[in-house]
């Protein structure tokens, strides 16, 4: 009891199960339009033309995803935070206030960037050109390298950070 529909070169078959009794209003071709209520969706098959290949949407880039948007977001929170509530301090930056403000733009430039190879990265999951692969290894350098302005702003500022927005 399946239907086969035509999206593009592929064809996608649908199989529907009622679960109730079909109520609704009958369409001229004598079609009953049900309720979502009473429907449930079977398998759904996907037949794909021969020497194509389907890639997933976000195939194995999950946990990437996921670690790439939690140190940006991160990053940029603890930045802005730093900036917006604690002065200058410290032996590097008491007598240069400049330095300090640069450093923390730069951060937060890094965490843009960050949220920036999350965005790029599942582009190319999803198909939004060629290269998935090579994106997801690029994406993975960044994650490993977002450690560092990560470590840096906590150092300047994250105390403060935690004692602001926890206290």
Same mark, same amino acid.
């Given at each position: 009891?399946?239907?086969?529909r035509q999206f593009g070169s592929y064809n996608l078959q649908i199989s529907v199960v009622g679960t109730?009794?079909? *109520? @609704?209003? &009958?369409?001229? *071709? @004598?079609? &009953?339009?049900?309720?979502?209520?009473n429907l449930e969706l079977g398998a759904v098959e996907i037949q794909v033309p021969s020497g194509e290949e389907v890639i997933p949407a976000v195939s194995g880039t999950g946990p990437l995803v996921k670690g790439l948007r939690g140190s940006g977001l991160l990053t940029l929170?603890?930045?802005v935070t730093t900036i917006l509530n604690k002065p200058p301090h410290g032996v590097?930056?008491?007598?240069?206030?400049?330095?300090?403000?640069?450093?923390l733009a730069g951060i937060f430039v890094a965490g843009v960037l960050e949220i920036g190879t999350v965005l790029w990265v599942t582009g190319g999951a999803r198909g939004g050109g060629g290269g998935g692969g090579g994106r997801r290894a690029f994406g993975r350098v960044v994650l490993w390298a977002s450690v560092v302005p990560l470590t840096v702003v906590s150092g300047i500022g994250g105390y403060n950070v935690v004692v602001n927005l926890l206290g």
């Open positions: 009891m399946g239907s086969i109730a009794p079909a *109520t @609704g209003a &009958v369409n001229p *071709t @004598g079609e &009953v339009q049900a309720g979502s209520d929170l603890v930045s590097l930056f008491a007598r240069h206030v400049i330095a300090y403000y640069l450093t």
